[in-house]
């Protein structure tokens, strides 16, 4: 099963068409549905049971707060000048988990990533 992904609006286009350049679908909400809100978000991408790329920290308190379970969420936290550092990241974390993201938390860093279970 292809891994299914969805990139926040909030996410920078070049990390979405890096991403789209390594082969890899990404629904980018700016493209299908700019200014949906976080919850309309969050039902979508749980409904399709897929991975949301977000820049929002806010994603972390509908996964545990809330309990939205049916979802894996890819969480970006960067400065501007480490866009270049960042893409490499997320590649190299979603080649490297592509088939284990689902239902996980992953926080990742231009240097280093973690990742956090979502039960």
């Known amino acids: ?7 926040d609006e909030c996410v920078h286009k070049r990390i979405v068409d890096a991403l789209r350049r390594n082969g890899y679908q990404v629904d980018y909400i700016s493209e299908t549905n700019p200014g949906l809100s976080d919850s309309a978000i969050v039902d979508l991408v749980s409904k399709k049971s897929a991975i949301l790329i977000t820049e929002d920290s806010d994603f ?3 996964v545990f707060v809330h309990g939205y379970k049916n979802i894996g969420v ?5 400065k501007t000048d480490e866009l270049e550092s960042i893409i490499q990241a997320v590649l190299k974390v979603i080649l490297k988990f592509e088939k284990k993201m689902f239902k996980k938390f992953i926080v990742i860093t231009s240097k280093k990533y973690r990742i956090r279970e979502i039960d």
């Open 60 to 62: 972390g308190e509908w």
């Open 74 to 78: 890819v969480f970006l936290r960067y």
């Open 1 to 7: 099963m292809p891994l299914n992904l969805f990139a």
